[in-house]
């Protein structure tokens, strides 16, 4: 009887936290699909970073796969306050500079 009460109030907890995060990003005034789309972004940041110092020289369908996943990348930080990805700042900038040179590279050609 003992761990049914000790589960039951374990489930409750798991809840209460549940809701309170979704209350903190709502009072933050996100939606929680934005912020969950900040969250992959994220991810996808740290490996666009890491080919955009990696490789100087792109093939075209590279430089194609580059943009479209950065766009997508730009759109879900546009969408949440500033606060959340100062930390991430150098990242985004060096990847929306390769993102503006393949831009050029290809309007040029």
Do not use: C, H
């Not at 489930?11 to 209460?16: M, N, P, R, S």
């Not at 005034?29 to 970073?49: P, R």
């Not at 700042?89 to 309007?107: A, E, G, M, P, S």
């Amino acid at each position: 009887m003992t761990l049914l009460a000790i589960i039951y109030i374990l489930v409750l907890l798991i809840f209460f936290l549940i809701a309170f995060a979704v209350m903190q990003i709502k009072l933050a005034g996100l939606n929680v699909k934005d912020f969950f789309t900040f969250i992959e972004a994220n991810e996808m940041l740290d490996k666009l970073y890491k080919f955009a110092i990696k490789y100087e020289r792109l093939t075209p369908m590279e430089q194609l796969i580059f943009l479209k996943e950065a766009e997508k990348v730009f759109t879900a930080y546009e969408k949440v306050p500033e606060v959340l990805w100062e930390d991430e700042y150098q990242k985004y900038l060096q990847v929306l500079n390769t993102y503006k040179d393949i831009k050029v590279l290809r309007w040029v050609s």
